[in-house]
């Protein structure tokens, strides 16, 4: 039985940087319908990692250029709870 956080901070390894501010981690959240068809459309016309990387910055608030700074393996961490709700079937948590 899944059960999905609905937010989580990601710490990252190399914290980000971008006009004098500074990022020492990266809060995401369930994604909403217009980010996961941003996603998709991107996955389409582009590849999975730059569709993920927009989705990313669309779900966090920080831009796609500071996100091209981004350690792979806090990218990973960031891939890894989004496509939990991307990947996300109702069925398997034994609720209708």
Do not use: H, W
């Not at 999905?4 to 990022?23: C, D, F, G, M, W």
């Not at 910055?57 to 990218?75: I, M, P």
Request: with cysteine; proline share 4%.
């Amino acid at each position: 039985m899944a059960v999905l956080e609905q937010t989580k901070s990601i710490p990252l390894s190399k914290p980000l940087e971008l006009a004098n501010v500074r990022y020492e981690q990266i809060d995401l959240k369930e994604p909403v319908l217009s980010e996961v068809e941003q996603f998709y459309e991107l996955q389409r016309s582009k590849n999975g990692m730059a569709a993920m990387k927009l989705l990313i910055a669309l779900n966090s608030g920080l831009t796609e250029k500071v996100l091209g700074g981004l350690a792979y393996t806090d990218y990973r961490k960031c891939e890894d709870y989004l496509m939990g709700f991307l990947t996300f079937n109702p069925s398997e948590t034994g609720k209708d």
